[in-house]
């Protein structure tokens, strides 16, 4: 039999959130659907291969009291606050279905009135502003997909505090990044996050209830689950390591940016050979970004041996659209003066 849950978050601690988040991950049964509803206070949150100096005015944002942390999920830098509600479906491997996870959001949305619809890379929109993106973290046996939904964010702190790419800076300029993002409250005024909650919980239910049973969610809040686990993975993300990370010194950094997002390399030299790579992404694939790093090390340091053993990676992965993200990388690659 089957198992709604809701948990709300009692906290807007972002790294007690993400704990929650993560304990969820490893806990969810086969049988469990799981719906986590949270918010944080003036944070910014960068995705498991960011550097936060390039994606974050990290010192800014610090001494305004706000809080940078870092999840397990690949994508982009967000800014959260009590404007913006996050959520979170967690379930089996098995049991995971982006297409009807996106239609809970959107459904909700479009039960205010609010016309919703979404883009080749699966963020949601309205009027052509995004209002939600995704990302997502997977196990071997369970998944999460989470993302953020902007009820009525403060917009001027969010482009205040996340700072573009050069390369975003050059290829969009600054204000047509600003003009992507819409709150929800300028298509509903008075909109609050209480009532969005409402909105989501009510279509989650339908979409995970038995056909012909009545059965209401199991309604939890965080502080209901196992506090001891969820301290321990508090300390993980609250660590300075976890969130900054040492920036080591590279004998060589590149980056460029794909439809599917953008990336970087740093690379340590020795004697013409890789010795050590960092890879910085915004991709939703963290798994693929994270297998990166590895395979160039102790390649040469040309870049038809680096297409090669990038492009030979196995599984081969590909954006939402079916493109090729080995082939990107390789060709770019390829194209380098090295």
Request: hydrophobic share 40%.
């Amino acid at each position: 039999m089957a198992e709604i849950l809701v948990i709300h978050a009692e906290s807007v601690a972002p790294w007690y959130n993400l704990a929650v988040e993560e304990y969820l991950l490893d806990s969810v049964t086969e049988y469990q659907f799981i719906l986590y509803l949270w918010q944080n206070r003036n944070t910014v949150v960068i995705g498991k291969h960011q550097n936060p100096w390039k994606e974050c005015r990290t010192r800014l944002l610090e001494a305004e009291g706000g809080c940078l942390s870092r999840r397990i999920s690949g994508g982009g830098a967000v800014y959260h606050d009590l404007g913006n509600l996050n959520f979170t479906f967690v379930m089996s491997r098995n049991a995971y279905n982006l297409e009807k996870q996106l239609d809970i959001i959107l459904k909700a949305v479009r039960n205010l009135g609010i016309p919703s619809g979404k883009n080749s890379r699966n963020d949601l929109t309205v009027n052509g502003g995004k209002f939600s993106g995704n990302a997502f973290c997977f196990r071997r046996k369970s998944v999460y997909h989470h993302g953020t939904i902007l009820v009525s964010c403060d917009l001027e702190k969010m482009a205040k505090y996340l700072e573009p790419s050069p390369e975003n800076i050059r290829s969009k300029g600054i204000e047509s990044v600003r003009s992507q993002v819409a709150n929800l409250s300028e298509y509903y005024p008075g909109l609050t996050v209480n009532r969005m909650k409402q909105e989501l919980i009510r279509e989650f239910t339908k979409a995970y209830t038995e056909a012909g049973s009545d059965a209401a969610p199991l309604m939890r809040s965080s502080g209901s689950l196992d506090q001891a686990v969820i301290r321990q993975l508090e300390c993980k993300y609250a660590s300075w390591e976890w969130r900054y990370g040492e920036a080591p010194k590279f004998d060589l950094e590149i980056s460029t940016h794909f439809s599917w997002g953008e990336i970087g390399i740093g690379l340590k030299l020795e004697k013409g050979i890789i010795r050590e790579a960092t890879v910085y992404a915004d991709a939703i694939d963290a798994a693929f970004i994270g297998t990166l790093a590895e395979a160039l090390k102790g390649t040469a340091f040309q870049g038809p041996k680096m297409a090669e053993c990038i492009r030979h990676l196995n599984p081969d992965h590909t954006d939402q659209t079916g493109r090729s993200m080995q082939d990107d990388i390789a060709n770019w690659l390829l194209m380098k003066d090295f």
